[in-house]
């Protein structure tokens, strides 16, 4: 099951007048908890570099970073080199990470987004997965 999360606010992150934390937007939005048990992720590949929350939990740090390079065949045999076995070439590194089901709430759960490259909240999505 694949939802968008609906955008309820964008703010500039609150910044202590003495210590400035970054330039960045607080985004946050409301969502009900996907029916059922499966694992749930929040698919964040809209999103640019920053930090999310779920319920006041962190979820994590997020860089949607795109690997580049060669992309061809690949043996790990020899001398490492950084641009070895580069796969997925295009592709975010990252963009799922999961959400435990014991931090949701049937409805009114909360996602707050500190956005530092000005990512689409309107793109995130609540991602059911099967095992």
């Known amino acids: 099951m694949i939802s968008t999360l ?19 937007d607080r985004l946050q939005a409301y969502f009900n908890a996907p029916s059922g048990n499966a694992p749930v992720d929040l698919d964040m590949g809209s999103m640019g570099k920053g930090q999310a929350w779920v319920n006041g939990h962190h979820i994590g740090r997020y860089w949607s970073y795109k690997a580049s390079g060669s992309c061809g065949g690949c043996s790990y045999t020899g001398t490492y080199s950084e641009t070895k076995c580069q796969t997925n070439c295009g592709d975010i590194t990252q963009r799922y990470y999961h959400v435990p089901r014991s931090w949701l709430n049937p409805s009114g759960n909360l996602l707050v987004v500190l956005e530092e490259f000005g ?13």
Request: aromatic share 0%; glycine share 6%.
């Open 119 to 131: 990512g689409d909240l309107s793109g995130v999505k609540l991602v059911t997965r099967t095992t």
């Open 6 to 24: 609906p955008p309820t606010t964008r703010n500039k992150a609150p910044i202590s007048e003495t210590t400035r934390v970054c330039d960045c």
